[in-house]
């Protein structure tokens, strides 16, 4: 990443009003010497009081956005370049406004936006090459982002399908244990009911073997003669 992403890709502007206004040439001229010696803070405090002298001055917009913009301070930054770009006529001016209208947006890594701002840039000079760069630098972390998302959302949606899986397998288990921690009368019931059946049973068999044993006798008896 170029330094001008983080940092300021142009220098300070000192060009005037149209309308000359001592006081606001002295504000300007304060704002400008403090931020060469990075008191920005101090640089913002003046170049305010020049735009409440002056309110439709690009060039002041411009600067104060450079003083927010090195406070951290992007939205307010966002909304003095926008100002910048909007009244300034001369067309190298504006794109410089749309260049640092890109930053903001690649600070917050919103890089759709930040891709539109660079084109507005490259519109007005298209000879610009940190200008370009940034432009395809933006086009290439959107590309990067959304490939993530996609992935994360592949991700969510396997994870969402283990769940459910899981989900059906512990009921399945609820189930089994439900079915097999039945009411207590019920299993001694069906206990009492499998012992009378086993004990019908083998008196059933013992009955059959009587039978076929006094069957046998029988035969034996009406067989066996004396000679």
Known sequence: MKQTIVTLSCILTFSFPAFPQKQVRQELRKGNKEYKQEKYTESEIA????????????????????????QEKLPEAFEQYRAAASEEKDKEKAATAWHNIGNVFMSN???????????????????????????????????????DQNQDQDQNQDQQQDDNQEQNQDQQQDNNQDQNQQNPDQMQQQNTDQILDAMLQNERDTQERVREQQMQQQQQRRTGKDW
Request: charged share 30%; net charge neutral; no cysteine.
């Open 47 to 70: 170049y305010r009081k020049a735009l409440e002298l002056n309110a439709r001055s690009g060039d002041v917009a411009y600067n104060l956005g450079n003083s927010l913009y090195k």
């Open 109 to 147: 890594k919103d890089y759709q936006n930040s891709i539109e701002a660079y084109k507005q840039a490259l519109r007005r000079t298209p000879w610009d090459d940190e200008t370009r760069y940034n432009l395809a630098l933006a086009q290439k972390l959107l590309e990067d982002q959304e490939q």
